[in-house]
């Protein structure tokens, strides 16, 4: 049978993953590094406050610092209310109403594993013509994006911006410690490149100077350049929430913009 890990271990684990010595957290922390030993070893029982201190501190995310009470001894600080819970209902009418008022461009939102709880018909435009399998809810974007029947053999520039999706995922598993994020990532990452090397400007009108790395993709015979934009919420006090992010694709230059305002 495998043992529950202390709260002592779960904060040493948390502290070396940040690359941050027991002094530097004790002063972070307004304590001392005998006492940040003490509680990692578990000769101190730390109070309540103190890991959510010290959780603060290490910038742990808002779901294991529950996981840290909960070893700890303490009930959870943080609430997990179900999206479609009616106390969120003005939440969820924000963000629909922010999707919407995005339209044309497209823009979605996901929770920790990618998986889409609202999406624009911007995002509806770009999934036209995807097989069934792909498309039965909940969907996922790293999936639709990266499998070879999803949007992978549309994408000019497959390479670059599966690299970049990549990366994302790799800091964020680092950040988060998350077991479904990491088999997402096993998933995805295991699928079979099918892009076209060397042809991420073929077909441009002109060099254009983009701003950061821009998603090429193809749609009805036209090539679309895109920007993405991520937003979290800020100090958020409820684990649903905090795990929501809000990506937007603004376009990256004039022939994309005029092409998603066209009739």
């Known amino acids: 049978m495998t043992s529950t890990p202390s709260v002592g271990a779960l904060l040493r684990t948390w502290r070396e993953r940040r690359g941050i010595s027991q002094l530097e957290l004790a002063g972070r922390a307004d304590s001392s590094s005998r006492h940040i030993s003490f509680v990692e070893t578990g000769r101190s029982r730390p109070s309540k406050e103190m890991v959510l201190r010290l959780a603060d501190h290490l910038d742990v995310p808002v779901r294991e610092r529950n996981t840290l009470l909960l070893a700890a001894g303490y009930a959870p600080h943080y609430t997990q209310t179900p999206l479609d819970d009616p106390s969120l209902g003005a939440l969820r009418e924000g963000l629909e109403r922010l999707l919407t008022g995005y339209e044309p461009y497209p823009a979605l939102v996901v ?12 995002i509806a435009m770009l999934l036209d013509g995807l097989p069934e399998h792909l498309l039965v809810p909940p969907l996922n974007a790293m999936r639709i994006t990266l499998h ?4 992978a053999p549309r994408i000019r520039n497959l390479g670059e911006w599966r690299g970049h999706l990549l990366a994302r995922m790799e800091r964020q598993i680092a950040l988060s410690l998350s077991a479904p994020l990491r088999a997402l990532y096993e998933e995805v990452s295991g699928y079979p490149v099918t892009g076209r090397p060397g042809e991420a400007g073929a077909g441009a009108e002109e060099a254009v100077p983009y701003i950061a790395l821009p998603l090429l993709i193809e749609h009805d015979g036209h090539l679309l350049s895109f920007v993405s934009s991520i937003a979290t919420f800020n100090t958020p006090t409820d684990v649903t929430v905090a795990e929501l992010a809000v990506e937007t694709l603004l376009p990256a230059d004039a022939a ?3 092409y998603l305002r066209s009739p």
């Open 256 to 258: 994309t913009a005029k």
């Open 111 to 122: 929770d920790a594993t990618y998986d889409v709880v609202a999406a624009n018909r911007g």
């Open 148 to 151: 070879p029947q999803g949007l």
